[in-house]
Antibody, heavy 117, light 111 residues
Framework: QVQLVESGGGLVKPGGSLRLSCAASGFTFSDYYMSWIRQAPGKGLEWVSYISSSTSYTNYADSVKGRFTISRDNAKNSLYLQMNSLRAEDTAVYYC??????????WGQGTLVTVSS | QPVLTQSSSASASLGSSVKLTCTLSSGHSSNIIAWHQQQPGKAPRYLMKLEGSGSYNKVSGVPDRFSGSSSGADRYLTISNLQSEDEADYYCETWDSNTRVFGGGTKLTVL
């Protein structure tokens, strides 16, 4: 079955950087768009970024544009999110999710990023 | 880009039915949406895709008690014979060529 496992979260100071990873299995990873979606404590879901199946196309929410970079390695069935210039408002659980063009059908368990001094 | 509006909360009694609403912004009333369920402390779970025609496709494992319908810019999730495990946050989602959008979510309380 489809499995998505995020890692790389943790505590980081404002202005710092962090790289999240998502290991995918149970489906042909290279066939699908993938997204990062986050959820601040006690808040709703916020789409962060997506990347096309071939890596040729990416897009970002305005709140992270210019600071975050999404990438993938289809040979390793892995998705990444490089987060720079982190702010307190970036504190959230970050989920990777498979985008089938009809919504995000599969989600990881999430990894918590806390930005605090 | 589309905007999705959901009521912040809803409640209904055990064994009854509830209808949750997700409203698409002007100019996007024909969009397809998806419904997700997020139980406390868990990751979201995809329930179904719902078209403007009212046609919906549930994923495997979603109980028959869950159904979708549409009217104009409104998309509905109806849960019948409410169970305690249905107490959760429910999010709608839509998309266009550039972005993905989630509604603010509805917190469903089963009384």
């Amino acid at each position: 079955q489809v499995q998505l496992v995020e890692s790389g979260g943790g505590l980081v100071k404002p202005g710092g950087s962090l790289r999240l990873s998502c290991a995918a299995s149970g489906f042909t990873f290279s066939d699908y768009y993938m997204s990062w979606i986050r959820q601040a404590p006690g808040k709703g879901l916020e789409w962060v970024s997506y990347i096309s199946s071939s890596t040729s196309y990416t897009n970002y929410a305005d709140s992270v544009k210019g600071r975050f970079t999404i990438s993938r390695d289809n040979a390793k069935n892995s998705l990444y999110l490089q987060m720079n210039s982190l702010r307190a408002e970036d504190t959230a659980v970050y989920y990777c999710a498979r985008d089938v063009g009809a919504g995000h059908t599969d989600w990881g368990q999430g990894t918590l990023v806390t930005v605090s001094s | 880009q589309p905007v999705l509006t959901q009521s912040s909360s809803a409640s209904a009694s055990l064994g009854s039915s509830v209808k949750l609403t997700c409203t698409l912004s002007s100019g996007h009333s024909s969009n397809i949406i998806a419904w997700h369920q997020q139980q406390p402390g868990k990751a979201p779970r995809y329930l179904m895709k719902l078209e403007g025609s009212g046609s919906y496709n549930k994923v495997s494992g979603v109980p028959d008690r869950f159904s979708g319908s549409s009217s104009g810019a409104d998309r509905y999730l109806t849960i019948s014979n409410l169970q305690s495990e249905d107490e959760a946050d429910y999010y709608c989602e839509t998309w266009d060529s550039n972005t993905r959008v989630f509604g603010g979510g509805t917190k469903l309380t089963v009384l």
